[in-house]
């Protein structure tokens, strides 16, 4: 089936720091879809990408759709410590998610 | 807007003993819904999709015959753990989706420990 993989698997920032991150798949998407888990709880959907190539920002988070439709990023600016979590990237139409990117925000 | 609940949040069984989790959408109605299990530091493997009266699709290893879904209304869906084991013991997260998009709304997950 498709798969997908995120990369880093984890980091670790000092607060105020930028962070990126991105997700692949060897399949093309219609769909790019970002959430992030807090500990013990559910995801929660941060971003939603339709179109390649667009890019969609949510506050200090910016999502942007890659244009050959087989990846997407995740950017966030001036970290800070309630950012700690774990993001997932979904390609929409199979609902399935990677593996996650941890991220430690370090005060 | 787009709120799921779960119920139970958590629950401890008994082994061989039957377990149910419910799955309601509050403020929307959803024509699909999913569930997902996580075990700890890994990602969410989906178990089975739902659609409204119809019957669940489960995911390739998933036994059907187990994990017993029901999704009765738009708003509902049931998983029920059959004659659960030890090894059943996880993070059970349910989702919902209405038609034409792909965003899912998670409810906050149900951790069940069999012992």
């Known amino acids: 089936g498709q798969q997908l993989n995120q990369s880093p698997q984890s980091m670790f920032i000092q607060e105020g720091e930028d962070v990126s991150m991105n997700c692949t798949s060897s399949?093309?998407?219609?769909?790019w879809l970002w959430y992030k888990q807090d500990p013990g709880e559910g995801p929660v959907l941060l971003i939603a990408?339709?179109?390649?190539?667009e890019l969609t920002s949510n506050g200090r988070l910016t999502a942007q759709f890659g244009i050959t439709r087989k990846d997407s990023f995740l950017n966030i600016s001036a970290s800070i410590p309630s950012d700690v979590g774990i993001y997932f990237c979904?390609?929409?139409?199979?609902?399935?998610f990677g593996p996650g990117t941890r991220l430690s925000v370090l005060p | 807007g787009a709120v799921v609940s779960q119920h139970p949040s958590w629950v401890i069984c008994k082994s061989g003993t039957s377990v149910k989790i419910e799955c309601r959408s509050l403020?929307?109605?959803?024509?699909?819904m999913f569930w997902y299990r996580q075990f700890p530091k890994q990602s969410l493997m989906l178990m089975a999709t739902?659609?409204?009266?119809?019957?669940?699709?489960?995911e390739q290893g998933v036994e059907k015959d187990k994990f017993l879904i029901n999704h009765a209304s738009l708003t509902l869906s049931t998983l029920t753990v059959t004659s659960a084991h030890p090894e059943d013991s996880s993070f059970y997260i349910c989702?919902?989706?209405?038609?034409?998009?792909?965003?899912?709304?998670f409810g906050p997950g149900t951790r069940l420990t069999v012992t």
């Open positions: 990408l339709y179109k390649a190539g």
């Open positions: 403020d929307f109605q959803a024509t699909t």
């Open positions: 739902s659609n409204e009266g119809s019957k669940a699709t489960y």
């Open positions: 399949s093309i998407f219609n769909t």
């Open positions: 989702s919902a989706r209405v038609a034409g998009v792909y965003e899912q709304y």
């Open positions: 979904s390609g929409g139409q199979n609902f399935v």
